[in-house]
């Protein structure tokens, strides 16, 4: 298929939610803050098909899919085992070995309370403070996505947070996935929500009878869940407004046209809003990849949808300089940005806004959504200008102090009250200078 030749449908892309939207999740908020459990339940009926007697995901529920799960590892070596699906035991440790790699990269930003210690007495510092309760939200729709699960809760249990919760929606069925329950358990998560939803976040930031409220909201979710957390952001912290995902890829005369095409789909299966773009300084390369896209879109599962994103957001682009390449993808502020150029370590320092950034031809984008050990919670929609991947920072909060003798205050005391009244805050001023009046008692 022939990509696009110019970025204007890519740039003019809406992903902000309609007015009937947003009128829709307020009326759902509002009814969970009023009537609590007795709404999740008409909302989970309503929109999964959800009539369970527990929102929470129970013992005897948790321990048969232990034993499930404990049956298909055992099976791992048998001949009835189906090791090459999520049925098998190998599934168990292929999530071990992935947060084991996320933790691996996430432990290098962990921060550390400090204090300073001033020659006149003065200390100051900063106090560094994991969030207390967290939920992850994890899609329900047409992939379970435990690697998301992990992405979060992995940078929460290294922040020290010490209560995390799911919340995810739950069908007909009455039964929350086994894929989930494994890397859930595996983080040593318990708490298991079975609704999804604009609900569910309603009830995670605001609380029910029996779902307490949390301090923060993370992972993404469709358009409703989206509009909930922006909407619920202030009472909650949330970690941004996911938007579609999308792909930038940088390539030279070395690129292999195959591993370009395969990069591109592989972002466009997302869903029909998904962007995938290239910008390349080799002309030729942009028929090569579009006859690969062809060609691959042959045996792929989930071709309607790539045609249709690559159709209406998909792009190939030529320049006819890296320079001009990379100002094209500072400007898009892709959420992934895969460089793929003779020498592409050298390239990094002209990347000045994107979320994840993949390089050389054996770094693909798939490769940081499940193992590279980086996280897949990315700025979409352009936020890479001012937002960042998820990770430990997110999870943490951070409490400045001071202490000042009073030799210190006297020596600032006339600067402060002046810059207060230059700001007509007398009242500001007065509370130093009150403490130098000479019929105030002080504490030595």
Known sequence: ?????????????KTEADDSVVASVAAIIADVRKNGDEALRRYAKKFDGFTGASLVLTDAEREAAQKRIATANLMENSEQANITTHEGGDYFRILQRTAERIRD????QLEKSWSMFKDDGVIMGQIVRPLERVAIYVPGGTAVLTSTLLMCAVPAQLAGV???VIFTPVKESDAVSDEIIQAALGCGITEIYKIGGAHAIAAAAYGTESIPKVDKIVGPGNIYVTTA?????????IDSIAGPSDVLVIADETANAKYVAADLLSQAEHDVLASAILVTTHADLIP???AEIDRQLAYLKRPEIIKKSLADFGAAVHVKTIEEAFEISNDLAPEHLEILTADPLSHLPKVKNAGSIFLGENTPEPLGDYMSGTNHVLPTGGTARFYSPLGVYDFTKYSSYSYYPRAALADLAADVAKFARSEGLDAHANSVEVRFEKNTKTTP
């Open 288 to 290: 090569a990849v579009e």
């Open 162 to 164: 010490k209560e995390i």
């Open 229 to 237: 957390k922006r909407l619920a952001y202030g009472t909650v912290g």
């Open 105 to 108: 990269f996430h432990k290098n």
């Open 1 to 13: 298929m022939r990509l696009n030749r110019d970025l204007s449908a890519i740039k003019n892309r």
